[in-house]
């Protein structure tokens, strides 16, 4: 039992953002809730998760469990930072990321910043162009720190 609460503690999880959504059907519209969330255990592994239920409680648990199924191990640097610069691209949005130096602290900004203090980075520098979605963003941000990771082994 007490191996079990170990785990469950060893990860955190922040929801991004909350999305009501509808489903028109015959008799009307369907409401249910999507949730994104980032899961991660501030010690270079982390995953980006959604979840849909029709209230938010069931949304967010799904949102983790779907995050969890997705982790990704980082490889970080003694100053907590990235091995090298990258990019990531998902759908619309790209995101570049480069290291920093020691004391610089993560400059990023919405989903990406959530990403990166989940995964334990304390210094990074980011550029997120293209689209302003957080799901977009999120992704492109775990795609970048993928790639960072592979070509660093």
Do not use: Y
Request: aromatic share 2%; charged share 15%; net charge positive.
């Amino acid at each position: 039992m007490q191996n079990m609460n170990e785990q469950q503690e060893q990860w955190q999880e922040r929801v991004i953002q909350i999305r009501r959504v509808a489903k028109v059907v015959k008799g009307g519209k369907k409401l249910s809730f999507r949730v994104l969330v980032v899961v991660g255990n501030l010690n270079g592994c982390v995953g980006v998760g959604m979840g849909k239920a029709a209230d938010v409680m069931s949304a967010v648990t799904k949102a983790v469990v779907d995050a969890k199924k997705q982790l990704i191990n980082i490889t970080l640097t003694p100053t907590n930072s990235i091995v090298h610069a990258s990019q990531g691209r998902f759908s619309a949005a790209v995101v570049f990321l480069k290291p920093a130096a020691s004391g610089s602290g993560v400059i990023a900004g919405g989903a990406v910043r959530s990403v990166m203090e989940l995964a334990g980075i304390q210094n990074v520098l980011s550029k997120q162009l293209g689209g302003s979605n957080p799901l977009n963003n999120a992704k492109a941000a775990l795609l970048a720190l993928k790639s960072s990771s592979a070509n660093a082994r």
